[in-house]
């Protein structure tokens, strides 16, 4: 339960970034934070108390001590993805303050209405 | 299958046209000309069929079907014959202008859009057509650029609503009752609840009233007849605005049934005499409008919107007098409109593109044809006997009289007081008074422009002397919607509280003019003064500068103005303003700011999360 | 013969990873690719309106593997994307011909990757994985040229913004949904759903709208469309109008109707949302100066429209959907292909040093003589937007307007609201058209002369008239397409076991 309260606190929070402040890489910060408590929600979904890694090395360890892997490829696959638009966020911001000279959003308002 | 392949000449000519333009020019017009009498003769050769159902298309599964009966050969020749003029019309006056491939095949393409719309016998060709028509006009008054642009958009924004509320009428027929087929709607539609039939027949009446121009819906008019090429204004005012009309009488008298029309309860009055009332608005403010207009074409166009007035009135009034001369008169006024915008176009033509009546005068010996056609055409206006007007404005008179509608009566009556004096201040300031100076080495008009005009003019005293030979065909369309026939013949008709006939009018008429004219001959002869002897009591007046044709009727204008304000164009024009407003406003939502759109997302998903859980979250 | 529809998402990833390796010739591959996969889906469509194909990856059967539903909702979205793909990068051949070019051509082959894996898997992760491949593309393509590119980066950096956020609440729905059902196909989920009776899933649901809306662009999650629609160069802008946001609504689509079973409280909400997404596009729409976000508002109103023709939540709602779909994406496509056209013969003749992609209205003015075949197209594409006939749009708004009269009641008063839209949409358009043909304008020594550019307008065009005039050709499929969103029952039935 508490993975669940932790990882939307995270979401949440990310969110509240996201929406509220004004430097562009706090905001990716955010958007960070919100990637990674949707990862720990994944995470906690497919978790066991005292489970292990889910593979059939020892045959006497039951399937239900194991942890769910699927949920595990999810994050594997959702911590890529999470990288890469981290990667190309920073990628524009640097371009942005080469255009902007300023990383305020509240500044880089051009493109309106 | 005649009326398929008459319908791929008339859309397949038009293309055409565009693409022997590009080889020459010559032959591209030509061609046009040939196109459009070719229809002209192919709509003729069709007299008296009368055909239902040549399907020729399918279209999500439904057939779409053409049909000729009496009504739409009456329209289709009118449409053709209309067309072939004005294409003749063109060859003068468009000489020189640019894009004319362009204007040649649109000119055409309108022609055959009009075409379908009459012989459609189903409501999606009906509203193709119709939609393909408002288009190619569309692009056809923006032609000349400039003024003529938001007058373009102004058409186009008001023909679009008409459209929509057409389109939405048509669906929901369709879906109600599974056919799309005018006659099976006919039939279907006796059996539905009569609030869906006033529902069905206001959305329809928006639609038309636009077209045809009824006075709240009047706005697009003025400016759309005055900005487009002067051959296009005459189409327009003849033909393309008449197609309300054509609607009107498809929709209320075929689709919905006269025994209903006439039965509807609109709450206050009957329906169709709301329709009544608001022809009669149509006549009398618009024909006194058109009096303060000093440009000629905005004059003609106020006329037109007034007279389109007659025509519903004497439509909605639904007996057989006034149904014949509403449509009558809808022929008989697209004659005189036509030939007198073709007069302005030749005068125009000549005077490098003068429209004022202001700066104009004294034409009446340069230019003879164009005169007797103006004269012709305002005659046949005004409804003078022994011109064509004559008898549709008796007709619809006498249907007023004959059911005791006194205002009514009188509304027409200053409709026509109206009418005689702004298309007098129209003659005169363009023909008649003093030639200014720079007019005086102005030619005749062209050939190709005399041909329309002489037709025209020939056809206004031929129907007014012989109003039998639209009335004949008139009479079928009439009795096709289930009226009673009229006992017409070649002079006029006969009925039992007064018998029209043309031929002791025209007797009396010759017998009271060469009485006239023997007195004249009798009288002294009459010379011509020069200003100076009587005018500005002997002070000295710059000839060149001078010109008495300007401010005509200012006394009465003075008079007349305050109450002739176009309220309905102000209104609209306060809405687009509104609407304008409004949409400055509703930009703003897009701030710029990404942390709002962050918060869009989060509110929308809030209000999501509310309202799927039922409002139950708290 | 039979060929496995697998290759339509691989080969265009090969492709992508390809065509940096090709140096010059690199340009060719993304027609290739696209070429490829048109042949291939259409060859295809025989055979999936017979029957639906279901390709498992890996070895395993559904629901434990990933695996690809090809029904012909699908296939028709293939084909759709590799069409317009095809079609936009015969365009790109000589109009992107300046910088950053190869990563544009990888770019775009990942983009026509994502949609295409979007349409075709059978499993909700797989979905948001290509989700996520055609959304990253799309924020690097709209800052194509960045470093040149002022407007590009901004709108690049807030796209990627709200893209991310959306993104985060599907992968959040994805999680609860394996958190109650613990599987991941979509059959398999949906027929869970179809059993359960919880009154918590309202909660993925939401989420799921929340975060494919802000692809699909439906109100108010769509600030970023203006903004990425109207910097990006036209190939770009196109694709995105043309296709991307139509994977959005296709996503959420396959969500509600396949997954949740079209609850009504959601379609509801949708066909409110739709409404006001097609009014808050056109009337924003009527007050730009600058053509190409002009177009991109009216890509929002569009979409409103699309999404209110779902939310009928009918059958013959969906199928209006559907083609309002294609039609849109040929007339936004032509359009935004012919603006593009217009401003780089303008910019090349005014300032060929500076980077230009969006340009004012008034600019176009004149350009009737100089370009006609590109202003024909543009007239056309806009009488397509309009409704007019005999062009396409005017088959699919006939569509739309019987479906909703079919059902009847509000919907029908609803409609009539949403047609107004249609008369705004009628004045702007029309302003630029005559702008565009009646107007003076400086245009001396424009010209266009270039195959590669007027080829795609044409065939374009032509598609768009002859659709129009015959619409019966797009009936059998979309008919059959909006069947397998209804027939749930059928989708579920297709799981093995």
């Not at chain 2, 300031?429 to 037709?455: A, C, D, H, T, W």
């Amino acid at each position: 339960m508490i993975f669940y309260i932790g990882s939307f606190a995270l979401v949440l929070t990310g969110l509240y970034i996201a929406a509220a402040k004004k430097n562009l890489i706090k905001i990716i910060m955010g958007l960070s934070l919100v990637d990674t408590g949707v990862n720990l929600f994944l995470i906690s979904i497919g978790y066991i108390k005292g489970g292990t890694a889910p593979i059939f090395s020892n045959a006497a360890i039951p399937g239900k001590t194991m942890v769910d892997p699927v949920p595990q490829a999810m994050v594997l696959t959702a911590i890529v993805i999470g990288l890469a638009v981290t990667a190309l966020a920073l990628s524009l911001v640097i371009k942005a303050y080469y255009h902007y000279g300023t990383l305020n959003v509240r500044k880089i308002k051009e493109l309106k209405w | 299958m005649t009326l398929k392949i008459l319908l791929l000449t008339a859309f397949g000519g038009a293309f055409v046209t565009y693409f022997l333009g590009k080889v020459s020019s010559k032959l591209r017009n030509y061609f046009a000309v040939f196109v459009s009498l070719t229809l002209f003769v192919a709509v003729a050769c069709l007299y008296g069929k009368s055909a239902e159902n040549f399907s020729y298309f399918k279209f999500f599964g439904n057939t779409l079907v053409l049909r000729v009966n009496s009504l739409s050969w009456f329209f289709a020749a009118a449409v053709s014959a209309f067309g072939a003029l004005s294409v003749i019309f063109s060859l003068d006056y468009m000489k020189g202008k640019e894009n004319l491939d362009f204007y040649y095949m649109m000119m055409l393409l309108v022609n055959a859009a009009m075409l379908g719309i009459v012989f459609a016998a189903d409501l999606v060709s009906f509203f193709v057509f119709w939609e393909i028509m408002s288009w190619s006009t569309f692009l056809l008054i923006s032609y000349s650029g400039k003024n003529a642009l938001p007058a373009g958009i102004k058409y186009i924004v008001m023909s679009l609503i008409g459209s929509m509320a057409m389109f939405f009428g048509i669906l929901s027929i369709y879906v109600n009752f599974h056919t799309l087929i005018i006659s099976e709607i006919a039939r279907g539609i006796v059996s539905a609840s009569s609030g869906y039939k006033i529902f069905i027949l206001v959305l329809f009446g928006v639609t038309f009233g636009i077209k045809s121009a009824v006075m709240p819906l009047h706005t697009w008019l003025p400016d759309a007849y005055t900005e487009s090429p002067t051959p296009f204004s005459a189409v327009l005012s003849g033909m393309l605005t008449r197609m309300g009309v054509y609607g009107f009488l498809l929709f209320f008298y075929v689709v919905a049934g006269a025994s209903f029309f006439f039965d509807i309860d609109a709450g206050i009055s009957k329906f169709n005499y709301i329709l009544c009332w608001l022809g009669a608005i149509t006549i009398v403010i618009p024909t006194f409008i058109a009096m303060l207009q000093n440009d000629a074409k905005k004059l003609l166009a106020w006329h037109g919107i007034g007279q389109g007035g007659y025509m519903i009135l004497g439509i909605a009034f639904g007996t057989s007098l006034g149904l014949a001369g509403g449509i009558l008169h809808t022929l008989n006024y697209s004659i005189c409109i036509v030939l007198l915008f073709m007069s302005v176009g030749a005068v125009e033509y000549r005077c490098g593109g003068v429209r004022d009546l202001n700066s104009l005068g004294g034409l009446i010996k340069k230019m003879p044809v164009a005169f007797a056609g103006a004269l012709l055409g305002i005659s046949g206006l005004i409804g003078l006997p022994l011109t064509n007007s004559f008898v549709s404005k008796w007709l619809i008179y006498k249907t007023l009289i004959l059911k005791s509608h006194p205002f009514l009566a009188f509304a027409a009556l200053i409709g026509t007081w109206g009418t005689i004096l702004s298309v007098y201040k129209f003659l005169h300031n363009n023909f008649l008074g003093e030639l200014p100076e720079k007019y005086e080495n102005i030619r005749k008009s062209p050939v190709s422009m005399q041909i329309p005009i002489i037709i025209l003019s020939s056809a206004i005293l031929l129907f007014g002397i012989l109003p039998g030979i639209p009335l004949k065909v008139i009479n079928t369309i009439i009795t096709s919607f289930g009226f009673n026939s009229l006992n017409v013949n070649l002079w006029g008709i006969a009925s039992e509280t007064g018998t029209l006939n043309t031929i002791n009018i025209f007797t009396a008429i010759l017998i009271a003019g060469s009485v006239i004219w023997m007195l004249f001959r009798v009288g002294k002869k009459s010379f011509p003064v020069t200003q100076d002897d009587n005018y500005a009591a002997g002070a000295y007046v710059p000839a060149g500068k001078y010109n008495y044709t300007a401010d005509f009727y200012a006394p009465l204008f003075k008079i007349v103005k305050p109450y002739l304000m176009d309220f309905a164009d102000k209104f609209f024009g306060w809405l687009c303003r509104v609407f304008t407003g409004f949409s400055e406003g509703v930009r703003k939502i897009y701030a710029g700011d990404v942390g709002y759109y962050v918060l869009y997302i989060l509110f929308f998903a809030a209000l999501l999360f509310f309202v799927q859980s039922g409002g139950k979250s708290w | 013969m039979v060929v496995s529809p697998v290759l339509l998402i691989a080969v265009p990833l090969l492709l992508a990873f390809i065509a940096p390796l090709c140096g010059k010739a690199a340009k060719y591959i993304p027609p290739a690719g696209a070429l490829f996969n048109l042949i291939l889906s259409v060859i295809l469509i025989p055979t999936v309106l017979k029957s639906p194909m279901i390709v498992s990856i890996g070895g395993f059967p559904p629901p434990f593997c990933i695996n690809l539903f090809v029904g012909p909702l699908g296939i028709f979205f293939a084909a759709l994307i590799s069409l317009a793909g095809f079609l936009i990068s015969i365009y790109a051949l000589s109009y992107i011909r300046e910088r950053a070019v190869g990563k544009y051509h990888t770019l775009y082959l990942l983009l026509l990757t994502g949609a295409t894996g979007v349409v075709l898997t059978g499993d909700i992760f797989n979905l948001f994985v290509f989700y996520e491949i055609l959304c990253i593309s799309s924020y690097a393509l709209t800052a194509h040229n960045a470093h040149w590119h002022r407007h590009g980066t901004e709108a690049a950096v807030k796209y990627l913004i709200q893209g991310s956020v959306g993104s985060a609440f599907i992968l959040l729905a994805i999680g609860m949904l394996y958190g109650f059902f613990g599987t991941l196909n979509m059959a398999d989920l949906a027929k869970h759903i179809a059993r359960a009776h919880s009154s918590v899933l309202f909660i993925p649901l939401t989420f799921f709208i929340a975060g494919f809306g802000v692809e699909a662009a439906i109100f108010p999650l769509n600030a970023w469309l203006p903004d990425a629609h109207s910097v990006s160069p036209a190939p770009i802008s196109a694709i995105f109008s043309g296709i991307a946001i139509e994977i959005g609504v296709y996503a959420i689509m396959r969500v509600v109707f396949t997954l949740f079973g079209a609850p009504l409280s959601v379609m509801s909400v949708l066909l409110i949302v739709g409404l006001l997404t097609l009014l808050v596009g056109e009337i924003c729409a009527f007050r730009q100066n600058n053509i190409k976000r002009m177009s991109a508002y009216s890509s929002i109103g569009q979409i409103g429209l699309i999404v209110f023709a779902f939310g009928l939540a009918t059958k013959s709602g969906i199928t209006a959907g559907l083609f309002q779909i294609t039609s849109h994406a040929l007339s936004k496509i032509l359009l935004f292909l012919t603006i593009g056209y217009m401003i780089y013969s303008i910019r090349m003749k005014n300032y060929p040093d500076k980077y230009v992609t969006e340009i004012e209205i008034n600019s176009l003015n004149g350009l009737g003589k100089k370009m006609p075949l590109t202003s024909l197209g543009f007239a056309i594409a806009a009488f397509s937007l309009i409704g007019f006939p005999p062009f396409i749009g005017f088959s699919s708004k006939l569509l739309i307007v019987k479906a909703a009269l079919l059902k009847g009641g509000i919907y029908a008063v609803l409609m009539g609201i949403a047609l107004i839209a249609t008369v705004i949409e009628g004045a702007y358009f029309l302003k630029v058209v005559q702008g565009i043909y009646f107007r003076k304008g400086e245009v001396e020594g424009i010209k266009e002369n270039n195959v590669f550019i007027l080829v795609p307008f044409f065939i374009l065009a032509a598609l768009i008239i002859f659709a129009g005039i015959y619409p019966g050709i797009l009936t059998k499929i979309l008919n059959s397409s909006s069947g397998e969103l209804l027939n749930r029952i059928g989708y579920i039935g297709r799981l093995p076991g």
